[in-house]
């Protein structure tokens, strides 16, 4: 639960921000990336799309559940 407080805030930091994707910043750059390579757009449900979502709305509850489920599994079989 607690590593999960910090992933919007890397998110952010990437420019994926509540008002939209930061000019200059990585996220921009994958949102060009994205779309040139989509034709001009960027495809629902890309990588691109789901990290803005992050950034505009922070995690869902049923996206913190999700990934408290797989985090807490991967840390059981790591240790």
């Not at 910090?6 to 000019?23: N, W």
């Not at 200059?24 to 495809?43: D, E, L, P």
């Not at 789901?50 to 408290?68: E, H, M, P, Y």
């Amino acid at each position: 639960g607690v590593a999960l407080i910090g992933v919007p805030v890397v998110i952010g930091a990437l420019g994926f921000k509540g008002a939209g994707i930061a000019a200059g910043t990585i996220a921009a750059k994958m949102m060009s990336a994205a779309a040139i390579a989509n034709g001009g757009g960027v495809a629902a449900g890309s990588i691109v799309a789901v990290l803005q979502s992050v950034g505009a709305a922070g995690f869902s509850l049923a996206t913190k559940i999700g990934l408290t489920s797989v985090l807490g599994s991967a840390g059981a079989a790591g240790g």
